[in-house]
């Protein structure tokens, strides 16, 4: 045990240095180093615009992100009433893998009047809030929707999941003379779940959220059909002329930005200066596992520490005084007794420490016994 604490605090204390190494002052020393002064200055100006290029490309992305999704806003509220449009969601899962989900738009989740509802909205448990653009004005206030999948299950999601609106969808006919519409069928069927949700994806303009449909559900999900099925001609009309004007501004500041990198590799002193970027690129990667090992290494003491310790020994203590008061043991008999108890103890911590020590030194030495042991 005292050995993989070792191990871990060098490790701890390895990646504070590496770390010390790849910072910008650092980066910087190692330049100045390296470079003449002349090359020097000329890289270092030209990395300097583009930082500050690349800052108004990333402003600029975000903007065309708000304007995208306040014209989503607006397409939906259309959508309120009549007919229930097709939809497809699109997010990307914890290994970067996209997904995307055929869907039928049921309505904005302030429209359910209903305790539960109302009590998610309020309670800001959806991380819904206002956003605003850098000059301060607010562009929109974004808001959740419910939509029905085709693998029946329920969606909540805000314009950040949107990729597709499409003209088709259920009509607004009810399914018996004189029964209610699918719109309010829908969501009465919703409100009998149980509000189980299962977090999808989220961002900073609001999560989406999963949860299971009923058999009551399961016919309407088989009316949404999918996507191969519907063609760009059923697309709604979707970018309003603001999300246009972003869109252009943001495709000529990466052009932009990209240009000005051509320029910095055109230098004469980059092939020393991208020497430098490789080593800080190979020192972040060396940070990235040695991290990794330490998780790895912290995981397994906390498996070997032993757990309930203090409970172990009280169970000892009052099973010795049991079998004092019951075999009325003398003072002589107590002491062999301690003494047993004592060397029981004793081999017990010597076995814990061999054995983290093993262990320690096994899986820096050994990627199979890593993977065996994980």
Same mark, same amino acid.
């Given at each position: 045990? %005292?050995?993989?604490?070792?191990?871990? +605090?060098?490790?701890?204390?390895?990646?504070?240095?590496?770390?010390?190494?790849?910072?910008? +002052?650092?980066?910087?020393?190692?330049?100045?180093?390296?470079?003449?002064?002349?090359?020097?200055?000329?890289?270092?100006?030209?990395?300097?615009?583009?930082?500050?290029?690349?800052?108004?490309?990333?402003?600029?992305?975000?903007?065309?992100?708000?304007?995208?999704?306040?014209?989503?806003?607006?397409? #939906?509220?259309?959508?309120?009433?009549?007919?229930?449009?097709?939809?497809?969601?699109?997010?990307?899962?914890? !290994?970067?893998?996209?997904?995307?989900?055929?869907?039928?738009?049921? *309505?904005?989740?302030?429209?359910?009047?209903?305790?539960?509802?109302?009590?998610?909205?309020?309670?800001?448990?959806?991380?819904?809030?206002?956003?605003?653009?850098?000059?301060?004005?607010?562009?929109?206030?974004?808001?959740?929707?419910?939509?029905? =999948?085709?693998?029946?299950?329920?969606?909540?999601?805000?314009?950040?999941?949107?990729?597709?609106?499409?003209?088709? *969808?259920?009509?607004?006919?009810?399914? %018996?003379? *004189?029964?209610?519409?699918?719109?309010?069928?829908?969501?009465? /069927?919703?409100?009998? +779940?149980?509000?189980?949700?299962?977090?999808?994806?989220?961002?900073?303009? *609001?999560?989406?959220?999963?949860?299971?449909?009923?058999?009551?559900?399961?016919?309407?999900?088989?009316?949404?059909?999918? #996507?191969?099925?519907?063609?760009?001609?059923?697309?709604?009309?979707?970018?309003?002329?603001?999300?246009? !004007?972003?869109?252009?501004?943001?495709? &000529? &500041?990466?052009?932009?930005?990209?240009?000005?990198?051509?320029?910095?590799? =055109?230098?004469?002193?980059?092939?020393?200066?991208?020497?430098?970027? !490789?080593?800080?690129?190979?020192?972040? +990667?060396?940070?990235?596992? #040695?991290?990794?090992?330490?998780?790895?290494?912290?995981?397994?003491?906390?498996?070997?520490?032993?757990?309930?310790?203090?409970?172990?020994?009280?169970?000892?203590?009052? #099973?010795?005084?049991?079998?004092?008061?019951?075999?009325?043991?003398?003072?002589?008999?107590?002491?062999?007794?301690?003494?047993?108890?004592?060397?029981?103890?004793?081999?017990?911590?010597?076995?814990?420490?061999? /054995?983290?020590?093993?262990?320690?030194?096994?899986?820096? =030495?050994?990627?199979?016994?890593?993977?065996?042991?994980?």
């Amino acid at each position: 045990m %005292v050995s993989a604490k070792e191990e871990l +605090e060098r490790i701890q204390l390895e990646i504070k240095h590496l770390s010390s190494e790849i910072t910008d +002052e650092s980066i910087d020393r190692k330049c100045r180093e390296e470079l003449s002064e002349e090359d020097y200055t000329e890289i270092s100006l030209l990395q300097k615009r583009l930082k500050e290029e690349k800052q108004i490309r990333n402003e600029l992305k975000k903007r065309m992100e708000l304007e995208r999704m306040a014209a989503w806003k607006n397409q #939906l509220e259309e959508f309120e009433s009549g007919h229930l449009p097709f939809m497809c969601l699109q997010y990307k899962d914890k !290994d970067s893998i996209q997904h995307t989900i055929p869907a039928v738009f049921i *309505g904005n989740l302030n429209s359910f009047a209903d305790p539960k509802i109302v009590n998610m909205v309020e309670d800001g448990s959806l991380g819904s809030r206002k956003q605003n653009d850098d000059s301060g004005e607010q562009l929109y206030y974004p808001s959740y929707y419910v939509a029905l =999948s085709s693998d029946n299950s329920w969606h909540l999601f805000t314009e950040k999941w949107i990729k597709t609106v499409y003209k088709t *969808g259920l009509p607004a006919v009810p399914s %018996v003379e *004189g029964g209610p519409l699918p719109r309010e069928t829908l969501k009465q /069927l919703l409100l009998r +779940e149980e509000m189980m949700w299962d977090k999808l994806a989220k961002s900073e303009y *609001g999560s989406l959220l999963s949860m299971d449909g009923s058999v009551d559900t399961w016919s309407w999900s088989l009316n949404v059909p999918v #996507l191969n099925s519907l063609s760009e001609d059923d697309e709604v009309e979707r970018f309003s002329q603001e999300h246009q !004007d972003a869109v252009e501004c943001y495709k &000529q &500041q990466r052009r932009k930005v990209s240009h000005l990198k051509k320029t910095i590799k =055109s230098t004469k002193g980059f092939k020393e200066f991208q020497k430098i970027i !490789d080593m800080r690129n190979f020192t972040k +990667e060396k940070i990235e596992r #040695l991290e990794a090992r330490s998780r790895r290494l912290t995981r397994r003491i906390k498996q070997i520490e032993p757990t309930g310790w203090k409970e172990f020994l009280q169970v000892i203590l009052h #099973l010795f005084l049991y079998f004092i008061k019951l075999f009325q043991v003398s003072l002589c008999e107590i002491r062999v007794i301690v003494f047993v108890l004592f060397g029981f103890l004793v081999v017990h911590t010597v076995i814990l420490t061999k /054995l983290t020590f093993c262990l320690s030194h096994a899986s820096s =030495s050994s990627p199979t016994f890593n993977f065996l042991i994980l």
